[in-house]
């Protein structure tokens, strides 16, 4: 596969989830202006997050089609368009409408192309109802969680957006957006259930937002800061490359798992730490966020050993396995395999979990504890 197959697509990919990003903190914020005051969304969390999570998706899936055009636009993508064309959804489809449209007027801050005129509900609608591609092992999909980490959203902690392109199987573009990542390691560990302190953005030691992408096999993972305010993004000296830590020896490293209790088996995942022994209290973060935070070298380790019955969306791995793996570490289930992300929207076949690692030194380790305290464990 040549080094540069995928260099248009790669920088359509990130140049939209920059755009996608912009418009998550917008509605984070409560911006979302109304043009009639009778259909103004009420700033309650859920329908905040869904008009981010629609907006996102109709805003890539519309970039992606105009920027590509010379190819059949296949997207795989969490959100149905059926909720939003029900009638009671007529403010979320203003907002959403209006949202989408703010977003897409900014697209040549980004180097993309605006559309002639505003779209209208149809032509967003229709956007979002493309995103209805199943994946598999044929073809080119390319894979979207418009907000993965709705919890942090909310709560104005860690979410991520996140892109991906798979080709006959395998991920060979990821792009994971990251509003909240500080760009200082220690602000990360800040407890989490509390929002991580919000400084004006001018000020040095805090400085937030980036996004990471990655292509397979080029051996190399970046990052950019995000884009404030009005500036126009000087693309070709803003990415800084990102590796993965080269601690190799449990006690001196952190591993992170999820904050949210559903789908996920924590007294397993503590059996593991406690028989690989961690010193390091774990870092709690919400979201594809702990992809990001190992391959940038915050983390070690991040490990997620489903409920029974919960099966793995492609969507909610897909762009940050490929950035790790390309950032130099290593991602496999919980027996040492390759994930599968050509069978469709979920990962089948998977054993028992997902591991993420550093490098194969910890990754040898971390499998090894892990058959040893499934054996002792009655799950």
């Given at each position: ?213 990655a292509q397979r096999g080029s051996g190399e993972a970046w990052m950019q800061p995000l884009i404030h305010g009005n500036k126009k993004h000087t693309w070709s000296n803003s990415a800084q490359r990102v590796q993965v830590s080269s601690i190799d020896d449990p006690a001196l490293a952190t591993f992170c798992e999820p904050v949210e209790r ?109 058959y040893a305290s499934w054996d002792s464990s009655n799950l």
């Amino acid at each position: 596969m040549g080094e540069n197959n995928y260099a248009k697509e790669l920088d359509v990919a990130v140049r939209v989830v920059h755009m996608a990003c912009s418009l998550c903190q917008r509605v984070q914020e409560g911006l979302v202006s109304s043009t009639s005051n009778d259909h103004v969304v009420s700033k309650d969390d859920d329908s905040l997050v869904t008009v981010a999570d629609w907006s996102v998706q109709a805003t890539v899936s519309w970039m992606l089609s105009e920027s590509l055009s010379n190819q059949k636009v296949s997207i795989v993508a969490e959100e149905d368009v059926q909720t939003l064309s029900k009638s009671d959804s007529v403010g979320l489809l203003t907002a959403v409408v209006n949202t989408v449209n703010e977003c897409l007027a900014e697209a040549p801050k980004y180097g993309l192309q605006s559309p002639k005129k505003a779209l209208g509900t149809s032509q967003i609608l229709e956007a979002i109802s493309q995103c209805n591609s199943t994946g598999g092992r044929k073809g080119r999909h390319w894979v979207l969680d418009p907000v993965d980490g709705t919890l942090g959203f909310v709560r104005g902690d860690q979410y991520a957006v996140a892109l991906a392109l798979i080709e006959e199987g395998k991920i060979v573009i990821g792009v994971l957006g990251c509003p909240n990542y500080p760009r200082k390691k220690e602000w990360l560990s800040h407890h989490h259930s509390q929002t991580m302190p919000k400084m004006s953005d001018s000020s040095e030691t805090w400085e937030k937002g980036c996004v990471m992408y990655a292509q397979r096999g080029s051996g190399e993972a970046w990052m950019q800061p995000l884009i404030h305010g009005n500036k126009k993004h000087t693309w070709s000296n803003s990415a800084q490359r990102v590796q993965v830590s080269s601690i190799d020896d449990p006690a001196l490293a952190t591993f992170c798992e999820p904050v949210e209790r559903a789908n996920t088996n924590h007294s397993f995942s503590a059996g593991v730490a406690h028989s690989m022994g961690f010193k390091k209290q774990p870092l709690r973060v919400h979201s594809m966020v702990k992809y990001a935070a190992i391959a940038r070298g915050d983390a070690e380790i991040f490990m997620k050993f489903a409920q029974s019955g919960y099966k793995e969306k492609i969507w909610d791995h897909a762009a940050g396995v490929i950035i790790v793996e390309e950032a130099g570490g290593v991602v496999t289930d919980a027996g040492g395999h390759p994930l599968d992300f050509s069978r469709g929207l979920y990962l089948e076949g998977l054993d028992r979990g997902i591991v993420a690692c550093s490098g194969t030194i910890l990754h040898e380790k971390l499998i090894g504890a892990v058959y040893a305290s499934w054996d002792s464990s009655n799950l």
